[in-house]
């Protein structure tokens, strides 16, 4: 299992009040043959002094501007080295400290392309109230509504130089048509690792403003037209109905 190599990208800007819990999370990883690579996008706050106080536990890190978040994923990914690649945002952190462990293990036991998990999002104190728990994955369901949450998804990283990289054009989408393309449209092996995964601040760049909310949608029915999704507008219908039960905690 020690065989396969992990490479978790955080990309981060300004994001001095969370990264350390994100980097330290990383750090009490019990798997370790991992690459840790962090991409800044020129951070004018004390994020580049966080980053270098963890310098020894850092494989490769920049900070430079960048063309929003896909563009430096997209960096981190031209970059990593390892068999399974990964993203762990910086305002996020791993549930526990054997994710990678369970990772690792199901990729080689179940000779996965795919992995995702469960989700869990916290308030200011940590506490939950959001679960999302995305159970098992059907070939088809994507055209109902469902999707994995992408603070949990892993992938070989052979796979992105096969199919592409994020696609930057389908703005705060593009994590969503990225699964799309690989799980939906070119049917690969999925595995579901059935455990909460990452923690995750509650917000949303696309949730923020009524504007903001009608181009996320407008940019997930470009992402379902153009990956064969068969009712795209029926299932932009289901997807935000899907979030519903993610409020029932327990």
Request: net charge positive.
């Amino acid at each position: 299992m020690q065989n396969l190599k992990i490479s978790i990208i955080t990309v981060t800007k300004n994001a001095g009040k969370t990264l350390g819990r994100c980097i330290e999370s990383v750090i009490a990883q019990k798997y370790s043959n991992t690459e840790y690579i962090i991409i800044d996008g020129g951070s004018t706050d004390n994020t580049r002094q966080i980053i270098n106080s963890y310098n020894p536990h850092i494989s490769f890190y920049i900070s430079e501007p960048d063309k929003g978040i896909y563009d430096a994923m997209n960096k981190g990914i031209q970059i990593a080295t390892g068999d399974i690649i990964g993203m762990l945002n910086a305002d996020d952190f791993f549930a526990s400290n054997d994710i990678l462990s369970c990772v690792a293990e199901a990729f080689s036991r179940q000779n996965a392309d795919v992995l995702y998990g469960n989700l869990e999002y916290i308030n200011q104190n940590g506490a939950i109230i959001r679960n999302w728990h995305s159970g098992t994955y059907i070939q088809g369901t994507f055209n109902w509504g469902w999707m994995p949450p992408h603070p949990t998804f892993y992938c070989k990283r052979l796979l992105f130089e096969r199919l592409g990289l994020y696609d930057p054009q389908y703005g705060t989408a593009a994590d969503y048509e990225l699964m799309l393309r690989f799980m939906h449209l070119n049917k690969l092996n999925v595995c579901y690792l059935n455990k909460a995964m990452v923690k995750m601040n509650i917000g949303g760049v696309s949730n923020k403003t009524y504007q903001n909310r009608l181009k996320a949608w407008r940019n997930d029915f470009r992402a379902m037209r153009n990956n064969e999704v068969k009712f795209p507008l029926l299932c932009l219908i289901f997807k935000p109905l899907r979030k519903i039960t993610q409020f029932i905690i327990g």
